[in-house]
């Protein structure tokens, strides 16, 4: 039996099912998707919150690799009996194929300060981005559990999940840091009882994605502003120093690889092809140095970021780049 932590030979997830939350909009579910797929030979299914969605993905994977199955399930992570019906159609498609990861991957954001977010935000995201992530846990985690052989099991949370909050998409944040400590809590609950199982969190930097839009198109159907049928999938949002979704996926994998439980997925070659990273561990120090001084320094209040309003997360070498590529 293998530990929980240390290298792992992707090969062995070959032939193994990858099951991805959030993955029908082109952002990192869909990367992570593809490259289970394409590059690692494993069987994917693609969990998303409306049936257009992952109609499209299903339809899409099938097309790109033919070699492996494919399908797409509409999933609600915040409710329970969803996830377990999901779980049933795995099995029934794939009766005797092991799970070989899990990614809790489901996620919204709203780009808003604490004053000026809504009730209504609060909740959605906390919903979506937290108890999305134990619900998953507790619908796969049986499954993986009863297999006697290793398995991945990685929640998305972000570099906001690791450094200091700034006002900035505040309920995010929040939500991100609560992700990062259950899935602590997770690893350290199963190191004992059930080691196969290797539990990562995923903090990724800027990857190009359009969760901005979606979010809000959620929000929208919910209200009944929107038909869900209507909803279909967007071009992610780039400003030509993110990664793209497969490029992340490739150091997600990487990583998974190496045995790293945080998964700090930065913008550096070669997943992208520039030299401007987002430079995300030295963020992290800064939080760290505040917390061991038992202080906050707020002095990056004072100074313009990339967007204009003052931030402690949006600086370093990428965002000093985005402000002079803006400069007329």
């Keep these: 039996m293998s530990v929980q932590q240390g290298p792992l030979d992707l090969a062995e997830l070959r032939g193994t099912i990858a099951v991805v939350t959030g993955a029908g909009n082109n952002g990192i579910g869909w990367g992570l998707c593809k490259h289970a797929a394409g590059e690692l ?14 109609q499209a993905a299903e339809t899409h994977l099938a097309e790109l690799y033919p070699d492996v199955g494919c399908l797409g399930l509409q999933c609600d992570v915040t409710e329970p009996e969803s996830l377990q019906r999901c779980l049933v159609a795995i099995r029934e498609k794939w009766p005797d194929t092991p799970i070989g990861a899990v990614f809790a991957n489901a996620g919204v954001i709203f780009n808003h300060t604490i004053l000026r977010s809504t009730l209504e935000e609060w909740t959605t995201t906390l919903n979506v981005n937290v108890i999305g992530v134990v619900n998953s846990i507790q619908a796969f985690m049986p499954t993986l559990q009863a297999q006697d052989r290793q398995a991945i099991f990685c929640s998305t949370a972000s570099i906001g999940g690791l450094v200091r909050g700034d006002g900035g998409a505040t309920a995010y944040q929040a939500s991100k840091h609560a992700v990062v400590a259950l899935t602590e809590s997770l690893s350290f ?7 196969q199982i290797r539990v990562h969190v995923l903090c990724p930097c800027i990857v190009a994605s359009a969760l901005g839009q979606t979010s809000t198109a959620n929000l929208k159907v919910a209200s009944g502003d929107l038909d869900a049928t209507q909803v279909t999938p967007q ?3 780039t400003n030509g120093l993110a990664m793209t979704p497969e490029n992340h996926a490739r150091q997600v994998f990487d990583q998974l690889a190496a045995g790293n439980f945080y998964i700090i997925t930065d913008n550096v070659r070669p997943y992208v092809d520039h030299d401007f990273p987002f430079d995300g561990l030295s963020i992290v120090r800064e939080r760290m140095d505040n917390l061991l001084e038992q202080k906050l320094d707020n002095s990056d209040a004072w100074s313009t970021g990339p967007n204009g309003p003052p931030s402690s997360i949006l600086k370093g070498p990428l965002f000093e780049e985005i402000k002079r590529r803006s400069r007329p």
């Design 235 to 237: 071009e992610p949002a």
């Design 189 to 195: 609950e199963l190191a004992r009882r059930a080691p």
């Design 41 to 54: 030979g494993m069987h994917v299914v693609a969990l998303d919150l409306h049936e257009t969605l992952v």
